[in-house]
Nanobody, 117 residues
Framework: QVQLVESGGGLVQPGESLRLSCAAS????????MGWYRQTPGKQRELVAT???????NYAESVKGRFTISRDNAKNMLYLQMNSLKPEDTAVYYC???????????WGQGTQVTVSS
């Protein structure tokens, strides 16, 4: 059974940091391109950052310079380091995995991040 389980969300003040984690199981993690997406009520889910199997990264313009995506293939883990958080970063953050040699696309259940003073 495939599982992507996010953790690390919470309530922080503007300017603070959070580190999200995504634990993957049931997949061959190192053949999956991974990503973080976020969604707020009434809006479409949007890309935050992606990382390929070879470590190439891509970021939404709104988070460039503040967020860093990384992966640990030995531990089947995906991370998102979020610094200088802003109220507009408030959303449910989802972990995503897309297979490169297999036709598959998996989502986690999401973790809430709230940035508020």
């Amino acid at each position: 059974q495939v599982q992507l389980v996010e953790s690390g969300g919470g309530l922080v003040q503007p300017g603070e940091s959070l580190r999200l984690s995504c634990a993957a199981s049931g997949i061959i993690f190192n053949i999956y391109n991974m990503g973080w997406y976020r969604q707020t009520p009434g809006k479409q889910r949007e890309l935050v950052a992606t990382i390929t199997t070879t470590g190439n990264t891509n970021y939404a313009e709104s988070v460039k310079g503040r967020f860093t995506i990384s992966r640990d293939n030995a531990k089947n883990m995906l991370y998102l380091q979020m610094n200088s958080l802003k109220p507009e970063d408030t959303a449910v953050y989802y972990c995503n995995g897309v297979g490169t040699f297999v036709l598959s696309n998996y989502w986690g259940q999401g973790t809430q991040v709230t940035v508020s003073s």
